[in-house]
Structure formats: structure tokens, C-alpha cells
């Protein structure tokens, strides 16, 4: 008897690259609603790292059970692996959002919607990186 492929037979027939990509884009989401929702409370420069961690808390749960799988490491060795790689992407999200929105964006006198298309630039800025590094060093196998 054959059954019909279900969503999960389906995606995991897709390149890893690519599942990283639409996970990491789910990821992304969270973190851009996060950084909406926080604004408010504590500010655009805050709320861009503290929105960061949410959306890392996701990528590391959908990617470790989507694109990578176990490493054979303990989920404590893996999460403080995934930690690191995405301290460099931290950085490098923070600078490029608070760059845009509070330098470049004013400096062209660009405004609509400035301080969002700023941490979206931001949020897809480390994509290569955090593939590579998820990769070889955070999933790598033990």
C-alpha cells in the first residue's frame, strides 16, 4: 500500500541549503516581530539583541530538527556552539541595523519605515556565515 508523501517526506527531500533558508526565514520572522514588540519598552538599539535571541532560540530548535539533525554532542554542547556562531551574527546584525536606521537611513534623509528596513537589511546579512558556521562547527558530527 502507498501513502501520499506527507509535508515532512516532502521537505526533507529538499537540499539542506535550501530547508536552512526557509527555517532561517521563519527564524527571521520571529526575530523581526520580537524587535516590533520591544521597541516600545526598551528601545530600537535593545530591542534589535534582545529580539536576536528569540529568533535564535527557534533557528537552533527548527534547525537541529530539520536541517542538521544531532551531532552526537549533547544539546548543551550543541546550544553553546550554536551561541557562539551567532554572537558573530549578533554583531553583525546590530551593526548593520543601528548603522541604517540611526546613520546611513538620516544621512540620505530616508524615513519611511526606516528603523524595520533597517533590522530587516540586518536580520539577512549573516545568512552564508551562520550556514557555514552551523555547518562545521555547531552540527558537525562528534
Known sequence: MTHAPTLRTTFD????????????????????????????????????????????????????????????????????????????SMALVWLISVGLARHAFPAIGFTWFADDIAHFIGVLSPAVTSWVGHKRYTFRNA
Open 13 to 88: 527531500l529538499l537540499p539542506p541549503l535550501v530547508r536552512f533558508l526557509a527555517l532561517g526565514g521563519i527564524a527571521a520572522g520571529t526575530n523581526l516581530v520580537a524587535r516590533w514588540m520591544l521597541q516600545p519598552l526598551i528601545g530600537f538599539e535593545l530591542a534589535v539583541a534582545a529580539a536576536y535571541v528569540c529568533g535564535m532560540i527557534v533557528a537552533y530548535t527548527l534547525f537541529r530538527a530539520f536541517v542538521f539533525g544531532a551531532s552526537g554532542r549533547s544539546v548543551a554542547s550543541e546550544a553553546w556552539r550554536f551561541t557562539l556562531v551567532n554572537l558573530v
